[in-house]
């Protein structure tokens, strides 16, 4: 995990600073107490922990989308997101439409296993919201606790035997996590830990054997345990 200590002189200080940007750096540089050199340790840490969180995160969002899919299937069948009664919002149809435009254009088959995958762990978590408004009656709201969860959802977390909104609530925070990784940007002042256990807990709702593997398999609680101004991680 650990490698040689990289030069930082002020050639390779101030040419990082341009690659990297200063705004980018400004957030690192704030918490390093204007020390460009600390600031530059602690935005390695924060490369580094955001890609040990890749693995645990692609895990639960494979585990989350499949057994969502498998349980809506089951009520609505295979193409569940072209049914009328499933009662999607307008910014859930949006995104099925996108993501089938997006198969069309890569020339793949628009089927239920290829739009299911094209579909972003943001898609999933909002089905587990309440519902906004309805893509035709936009006057009116879509009710996924009558539409989706009770009559299928809730059987996608058979250990966790909670309401929707409680099931919702960490996976909602945990999409910010996702999204903050895949954009590049600071998640050091997050409580990572708490994320990390978060993760484990949502995906033993979902199967608890998966929640072992994706746990044996992380290197979150390793890069945690390291300083952040450390100078031998790499990435």
Same mark, same amino acid.
């Given at each position: ?14 040419? @990082? ?9 400004? /957030? ?8 460009? *050199? ?8 924060? /490369? ?8 645990? @995160? ?5 585990? @989350? &989308?499949?057994?969502?899919?498998? *349980? ?13 009664? $499933?009662?999607?919002? %307008?910014? =859930? $149809? ?28 943001? !898609? ?17 709201? =879509? ?10 959802? !809730?059987? %996608? !977390? ?16 945990? &999409? ?15 409580? @990572? %830990?708490?994320?990390? /256990?978060?993760?484990? *807990?949502?995906?033993?709702?979902? $199967? ?6 994706? =746990?044996?398999?992380? &290197? ?9 101004? %450390?100078? /031998?991680? &790499?990435?």
């Amino acid at each position: 995990m650990s490698v040689n200590a990289f030069p930082l002189n002020s050639t390779i200080l101030n040419a @990082l600073e341009v690659s990297l940007s200063p705004e980018r750096l400004a /957030t690192y540089l704030t918490a390093a107490g204007k020390d460009q *050199e600390k600031a530059l340790h602690l935005y390695t840490w924060n /490369t580094a922990v955001s890609a040990a969180f890749y693995g645990p @995160l692609q895990g639960l969002e494979v585990a @989350l &989308r499949n057994a969502m899919h498998r *349980e809506l299937a089951r009520v609505h069948g295979q193409d569940w997101y072209d049914q009328p009664r $499933c009662q999607l919002d %307008a910014g =859930a $149809c949006e995104r099925v439409d996108a993501a089938k435009r997006d198969l069309q254009r890569g020339n793949y088959p628009i089927d239920p296993p290829h739009v299911v995958a094209a579909l972003a762990f943001g !898609f999933w978590v909002s089905l587990l919201g309440r519902g906004g408004r309805l893509p035709i009656l936009r006057s009116s709201r =879509a009710n996924y606790d009558m539409t989706l969860w009770r009559p299928a959802l !809730f059987r %996608a !977390f058979p250990n966790a035997r909670k309401p929707r909104a409680d099931v919702h609530r960490p996976l909602d925070y945990l &999409r910010t996590l996702r999204n903050r990784i895949a954009h590049h940007e600071p998640i050091f002042s997050r409580h @990572l %830990a708490a994320d990390h /256990t978060s993760i484990l *807990e949502v995906a033993g709702w979902i $199967c608890p054997s998966t929640r072992e593997w994706i =746990a044996h398999h992380s &290197r979150v609680m390793d890069i945690l345990a390291l300083p952040r101004d %450390a100078n /031998t991680l &790499r990435f």
